[in-house]
């Protein structure tokens, strides 16, 4: 079992920054690969960004290519988002999440296993 909790969302203007981290419980958060994903308002949970185990393949959805960075400490067990220009068609909550299942892709959300509760962010014009 993980848990996961996220922190680090909040209001920004557009143009700014916020870097949103996913802190893992137990002691197997090295053999997950993690996500992050998004729902707005009114619309469907969308893929983020993925970082495989050893983090060296990171797919990211066009949206978001170039201005977000997703990263993983596994000797702190926690994942991150470094999101970077933001806009308004960002805000949305953000949710991290773990899991690891062959076959499946892991910018799919049925790869993953567990998820956080998510959390707030939202971008002024």
């Known amino acids: 079992q993980v848990q996961l909790v996220e922190s680090g969302g909040g209001l920004v203007q557009a143009g700014g920054s916020l870097r949103l981290s996913c802190a893992a419980s137990g002691r197997t958060f090295s053999t997950y690969a993690m996500g992050w994903f998004r729902q707005a308002p009114g619309k469907e949970r969308e893929f983020v960004a993925s970082?495989?185990?050893?983090?060296?393949?990171?797919p990211y959805a066009d949206s978001v290519k170039g201005r977000f960075t997703i990263s993983r400490d596994n000797a702190k067990n926690t994942a991150y988002l470094q999101m970077d220009n933001l806009k308004p068609e960002d805000t949305a909550v953000y949710c991290c999440a773990a899991g690891y299942r062959v076959g499946v892709s892991f910018v799919s959300a049925p790869f993953y296993d567990y998820w956080g509760q998510g959390t707030q962010v939202t971008v002024s014009s």
């Open positions: 970082i495989s185990r050893d983090g060296h393949y990171r």
